[in-house]
């Protein structure tokens, strides 16, 4: 009892530091295989590293051109064309090259640009470099034809437009000629109404005069005489307001004609604005460029020997310490067995 109450639990600390001694003891007894395996493992990295076929970067860029402020195609688009192979297919087979020996393309547009560029790590830079040329000019083909259609489709609009413009001028003439008839005509209304007028004034000239006489000559002859000349006013009254109604009905026509004429002329003006608006965009052509020619790297990128034999090594190191305390695991149950 008094033995148990004596007993006392290592402290954690010393229990630690302990245990720590005895991995560092293991450590040093076994430091040569250690040290061995390190410098083994080591070794075998930069032998493995100098062996390594040299890897190198291959990299293009182009900026897509457009027509009057429209882009040729979207980067995206491009992008999408490029992974998909629609460029790799003919450069394989116009370099003879297998399937199996085509690199793989790393192909990445930068948002809100309209740059693509493409990369290729490959072991043959000459190679690479020739495959992103014949892409690019394939690409640089392709854009340039569509320059051409879109050129031939605003030429066309132009022609088109302005064979509008002579077609609506000609109607505005047939219109203006349908104006010069209307003109003469109140023209010759006009006249009629001024001697409609004339004839007007001497039937009340003679009315009044008939007005005079009949209180002195009441003869059915003078009264017959004034409600004629009466009837033939009141007639003439109606006729020359007909006639202004008439010269009423010719104005609203030729000002609904004059109507139509300014409404041709704003057509013309628009079409016009669509001629020149189109003749701008043929002179804000970019063509697609190729901002930066496929460029080798100064040095490979691959492989890192510095990065190989630093993780080789410390990859090493842990093997050759696990080894360690395996043997003297292994070593400690022996001796065990034997006693």
Known sequence: ????????????????????????????RRKKPILTIFILV???????????PKIYKIDTSLEIGGVGGAIIEQSTQLV???????????????????EAKYPTIKVE??????????????????KAKTILEEIDNLILVEHQEEIKVKIDLINQNIKTTEEQIKLTESDIEKTKNKIKPIESDIGRIKNK????????????????????VLPYQQDPGTQFALFDTKENLANK?????????????????????????????????????????????????????????????????????????????????????FYAFIAESFEKNK????I
């Open 1 to 28: 009892m008094d033995n148990q109450q004596n007993y006392q639990k290592p402290y954690y600390g010393e229990e630690l530091e302990i245990n720590l001694a005895d991995y560092l003891r293991v450590i040093w």
């Open 42 to 52: 080591v070794i075998i990295a930069i032998i493995t590293s100098f062996l390594m």
């Open 80 to 98: 999408e064309k490029i992974k998909g192979d629609t460029y790799g297919e003919v450069v394989k087979e116009k370099l003879q090259i297998p």
């Open 109 to 126: 547009s930068p948002k809100d640009t309209k740059l693509v560029k493409m990369t290729i790590e490959s072991a043959d830079p000459q």
């Open 193 to 212: 109404i001024a001697f409609a007028e004339e004839e007007k004034t001497n039937l009340e000239a003679k009315i009044e005069a008939l007005q005079k």
């Open 237 to 321: 009254k109606k006729e020359i307001e007909d006639l202004y109604m008439t010269i009423n009905s010719l104005n609203r026509t030729k000002e609904d004609l004059e109507v139509q004429i300014n409404r041709l002329k704003k057509t013309i003006e628009d079409l016009n604005s669509q001629i020149n608006t189109l003749k701008a965009s043929l002179d804000d052509i970019k063509p697609t460029k190729i901002v930066k020619n496929p460029t080798v790297s100064d040095w490979p990128i691959k492989p890192n020997k510095k990065l190989n034999v630093i993780i080789s090594g410390i990859l090493g190191l842990f093997v050759a310490i």
């Open 335 to 338: 001796k065990s067995k034997n």
